[in-house]
């Protein structure tokens, strides 16, 4: 993944994306076609949505939406996609969310 740039302002909404890549095609795989993907947001314990959450998973989970960002969730946020038995892919960022930053709503594409 890779956000330019990687600030942004409280109360905005911030959507991740977790693509793979076939290695023999280089083309995006359909997210319906991996075996799992996994956030995580500043552990190695993986995301699991609840009542209270103001994240939401979508898409297969490759995708993550942060809504109403605050400044704890600042920090470095890690995708995990198996694409079968043996195969795993990871990217991660890190963002940085402050009242001083003027940036909403951006749209991050990770690779592998």
């Known amino acids: 993944m890779t956000l330019t740039p990687p600030h942004y302002?409280?109360?905005?909404?911030?959507?991740?994306?977790?693509l793979?890549?076939?290695q023999i095609t280089?083309?995006?795989?359909?997210?319906?076609?991996?075996?799992?993907?996994?956030?995580?947001?500043?552990?190695?314990?993986?995301l699991a949505p609840s009542a209270n959450?103001?994240?939401?998973?979508?898409?297969g989970n490759s995708t993550l939406m942060l809504y109403h960002l605050m400044k704890q969730d600042s920090g470095e946020y890690r995708c995990r996609a198996n694409t079968g038995p043996y195969a795993e892919a990871l990217a991660s960022v890190v963002i940085m969310v402050d009242s001083k930053c003027c940036f909403g709503r951006l749209r991050s594409y990770g690779g592998f």
């Open 53 to 59: 959450a103001r994240f939401r998973l979508m898409n």
């Open 20 to 22: 793979v890549r076939s």
């Open 9 to 18: 302002k409280i109360g905005s909404t911030l959507e991740l994306k977790c």
């Open 26 to 46: 280089g083309e995006v795989i359909n997210p319906t076609l991996l075996s799992s993907v996994s956030w995580y947001a500043n552990s190695d314990i993986p």
